[in-house]
């Protein structure tokens, strides 16, 4: 029964990461297209890096606590690269996101990968959950 609960709530962890992540896409586009300023885009994506590295951490912990090894291993990688961006800001930037930087040394660009990344992750995993 407490593996059924693991899964269900590790997918609907992970649909709300897709959700995020799909949101962050976005808000990166209006901000090329210059829909956004580059203060309120910042603004907004900096407000979700820490519930993103919560839920992932969250969703380890749940699977170590299942003793499922294999699917803690699976998405280890993902929760030690959202932590490593994390903890590897620039002192004096106001994030992860930085409005003096963003649009500086392809930061734009590589944010828009790593959420096309993330994205695509997410979605192989939401699937794989609702599968088991």
């Known amino acids: 029964m407490w593996e059924i609960l693991i899964y269900a709530f590790s997918m609907f962890m992970t649909g709300a990461l897709l959700f995020l992540m799909v949101y962050s896409i976005i808000t990166l586009s209006d901000l090329e297209c210059d829909y956004l300023n580059a203060q309120e885009c910042c603004n907004r994506l900096n407000f979700w890096v820490r519930p993103k590295i919560v839920a992932q951490t969250i969703i380890?912990?749940?699977?170590?606590?299942?003793?499922n090894w294999w699917m803690s291993l699976v998405n280890v990688p993902a929760a030690a690269w959202v932590i490593y961006e994390f903890v590897t800001i620039p002192r004096g930037n106001t994030g992860l996101f930085d409005p003096t930087e963003i649009h500086h040394r392809g930061q734009l660009k590589k944010h828009m990968r790593n959420f096309v990344i993330f994205t695509g992750w997410y979605l192989i995993t939401f699937f794989f959950y609702l599968y088991l």
């Open 60 to 67: 380890v912990i749940g699977f170590l606590t299942d003793y």
